[in-house]
């Protein structure tokens, strides 16, 4: 008797493109169309990050007009979901007036530059929104964690951070700093899944690799980094980040909750969810009171 091929059993794991749900939710049965089954949430979140996209449009025409600069900066561990987070929020935008900063590794030239200037010429300008993937605070975390640059670097970052975000927000910039917080048994999970999935595989680097090993040295940089650096002008948002979608959602509501625009939604349609969204002195709170047992701490 011939053996079965492995391979012919297995069957593709494919999933429906965000929106598509939604889109094909009133469709009438006809050849051609085959029924799949979805999640009731999953047509929730879908509904809630149209009207939210909708809003982040009526905001940035609102911009355009009034001069407004908006500078988002999404900081967290690897995998906690900034990137799928921004990926949404710029998705619908005018992208003359919206855009993302990922900056790679320093060359040469800039590691003798002063620190941030490279980050000073990426500033949004009049009606723009510029969103930092990852940004300044790479020298709080993930370089002194992983030997990239020294302690008095790492110090005197910290000390001059503040006074930077200060001049940005006195000039009118306004400023959003989240840290995205993700546990490390989803963190695992999504480095896991990197692994076997061709369209993420991408994300996979040195770095991701040392993420679990170093998860308490992280912990303690970030304790730190939020100690320094969360002020009243320039405070930090924590967003609890284990369930991607309600993350986004939560971000885009406080993003909107905090500005001002024609035809705005109604407060209690942009209320964000105070599991997800945490200040960052509840987050510092949090952290010393669970810092002799660490497996108490979040991501």
């Not at 929106?19 to 799949?36: C, F, L, M, S």
């Amino acid at each position: 008797m011939a053996k079965k091929n492995k391979k012919s059993d297995e069957k593709l794991q494919v999933k429906l493109l965000e929106e598509t749900a939604i889109k094909n939710i009133n469709a009438k049965k006809e050849n051609g169309r085959v029924a799949v089954w979805v999640k009731e949430s999953d047509l929730d979140y879908e509904a809630e990050l149209k009207t939210l996209q909708i809003e982040l449009m009526k905001l940035q025409q609102h911009m355009q007009q009034s001069g407004e600069r908006i500078l988002a900066i999404f900081e967290g561990r690897d995998a906690a979901g900034k990137g799928g987070t921004i990926q949404r929020i710029i998705s619908n935008l005018n992208p003359r007036n919206a855009r993302v900063v990922a900056l790679t590794k320093p060359n040469e030239t800039e590691q003798s530059q002063w620190y941030f200037q490279r980050y000073i010429e990426e500033l949004p300008h009049a009606g723009e929104i510029v969103l930092f993937d990852r940004s300044w605070y790479n020298r709080a975390m993930v370089e002194p964690v992983m030997g990239f640059c020294t302690d008095e670097q790492n110090k005197r970052f910290l000390k001059d951070v503040p006074m930077v975000e200060e001049l940005l927000v006195k000039d009118g910039i306004k400023l959003f700093k989240f840290y995205f917080s993700v546990s490390r048994e989803v963190q695992k999970e999504r480095f896991d899944s990197r692994k076997v999935d061709p369209l993420k595989q991408y994300k996979l680097s040195p770095v991701d690799n040392l993420a679990q090993e170093y998860w308490d040295q992280y912990a303690i940089r970030k304790f730190q980094m939020l100690s320094e650096t969360n002020r009243s002008l320039s405070p930090w948002t924590i967003i609890r980040s284990d369930n991607k979608k309600m993350a986004r959602i939560n971000c885009m509501k406080f993003i909107l909750s905090s500005m001002e625009y024609p035809n705005k939604l109604p407060e209690n349609n942009l209320t964000t969810d105070p599991k997800i969204i945490i200040s960052g002195i509840d987050e510092l709170q949090h952290m010393q009171e669970n810092l002799l047992t660490p497996e108490k701490l979040h991501g």
